[in-house]
């Protein structure tokens, strides 16, 4: 078991570390936008090349990942990760960040799925909902404390320098995972399918699952409310609606990533507890979506506002039983292609459903509140569809009672 937890210690690790690297030029927006002499839409075409190229990096990890095993690309993704960001503290010409931030989020495209991938394969199916939950949580708190940190480091020491130390601890991540993290036993360890013929077969036992599909959707949509709210309109809505300071607007909206990383731990340890998945996951959407409608409707204190979205965070975390039900429909060899995929559908909803809030708010006169009414729209969607995916368990996902060994 030391194997494994290390296995599942440097997983997370590094997903933290890339959830940093992707938050980190937010940190300091108008000085690095001034440094390389960019508008702000230059700016954010600059710290957006990091998605361009994790969204649909993440079919690609899943395939190799689950021909190839999970070592490798841990080593690379982390070095590339690592490289990008010190190529980014290191120059002043704006091509060479830009080739640093591609860079950055080619590696960091690794970890998450990555780190899903070690958990099912190091350890019993019935740990799993949790484990991965706890990756999840790693990375949300670390991106909440981080970015606090950070920040204060950035105003103090620059951050160029915030960003070579960053680029430093993620070489101390590859050289962890060099020295320390060993393959689990995976058909990946016996696979000699030639790799077309993988790809081929993976990608239609994936694309072609309406199961998969399904639960793709529901993670989509149930995962919304984190990156339309949380992470783009929240702020701004509690500014103009409910007329909270900046510094006060943003500490409510904390709460939801607070939430989520608690929600996320409980609602998989209760998940394997009772050896289910989908009414969790049915119950979490319709309580995500009432602690919304409470907070973006009622007149509220601060601190009512707070704890609700700590609520809405909470429930929110549940969704991460989504990547559970899919994988364990299907058979081990496919389980990265599947959890990448759910991954894939999931953060793309982002670039639906942020402009869409935005211009629905622009339609109705700057009014966020009616905009973001679409947050308990998608998690009353995600509840309806899950009422009709099929609670099904591969026999791969059914434990033996043994304890998974090396490759
Ligand atoms: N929880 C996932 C996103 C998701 C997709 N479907 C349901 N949830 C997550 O945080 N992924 C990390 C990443 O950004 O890749």
Redo the contacts with the bound molecule.
């Keep these: 078991m030391r194997a494994a937890w290390i296995a599942f210690v440097i997983g997370s690790s590094f997903?933290l570390f890339e959830?940093v690297a992707?938050i980190e030029p937010s940190l300091d927006t108008g000085t690095i936008a001034g440094f390389f002499g960019l508008s702000d839409s230059g700016f954010g075409t600059l710290s957006s090349l990091f998605f361009w190229i994790?969204a649909p990096m993440?079919i690609v990890v899943g395939l190799v990942l689950d021909r190839y095993g999970a070592r490798k690309f841990i080593l690379g993704g982390s070095l590339c990760c690592a490289a990008g960001v010190l190529l980014f503290a290191a120059t002043n010409v704006v091509g060479i960040a830009a080739a640093g931030r591609v860079l950055t989020g080619f590696g960091a495209?690794f970890?998450?799925?990555s780190a899903l991938w070690l958990v099912n394969h190091w350890f019993a199916p019935e740990r799993f909902a949790m484990l991965s939950g706890a990756v999840?949580a790693v990375?949300?708190v670390g991106a909440a404390i981080g970015a606090v940190a950070l920040s204060d480091l950035v105003t103090a020491a620059g951050w160029r320098l915030v960003f070579a130390v960053t680029g430093l601890v993620g070489l101390g991540i590859f050289a962890a995972a060099f020295l320390f993290l060993r393959e689990p036993r995976s058909p990946a360890s016996d696979a000699d399918t030639r790799p077309v013929e993988h790809v081929r077969q993976s990608l239609a036992t994936v694309l072609g699952n309406g199961r998969i599909w399904a639960l793709?959707i529901v993670?989509?949509l149930?995962?919304m409310p984190?990156n339309v709210y949380a992470g783009l309109w929240g702020t701004t809505e509690l500014v103009s609606d409910h007329h909270r300071s900046q510094i006060a607007a943003e500490t409510i909206v904390s709460m939801v990533f607070w939430g989520m990383a608690l929600g996320?731990i409980f609602g998989g340890w209760v998940s394997d507890l009772l050896g289910h998945r989908k009414y969790l996951v049915l119950g979490g959407a319709v309580l995500t979506g009432l602690a919304y409608t409470t907070a973006l409707y009622l007149p509220l204190s601060a601190f009512a506002e707070g704890a609700l979205l700590l609520a809405a965070g909470f429930f929110g975390g549940f969704?991460?039983l989504?990547?559970a039900m899919a994988k364990e429909g299907e058979a081990n060899d496919v389980v990265g292609t599947v959890v990448a995929f759910?991954?894939?559908?999931?953060?793309a909803?982002a670039l639906i459903f942020q402009p869409l809030v935005g211009y629905l708010a622009d339609a109705a006169g700057g009014n966020f509140a009616l905009a973001l009414g679409t947050v308990p729209a998608c998690t009353a969607l995600a509840a309806l569809i899950v009422l009709f995916v099929p609670e099904y368990r591969h026999p791969d996902h059914v434990s033996d009672g043994g304890t998974a060994q090396p490759a």
């Design positions: 997903f959830f992707r994790y993440q495209s970890a998450f799925v999840n990375g949300m793709s993670g989509m149930y995962y984190v996320s969704q991460m989504t990547f759910v991954n894939m559908i999931g953060i909803g």
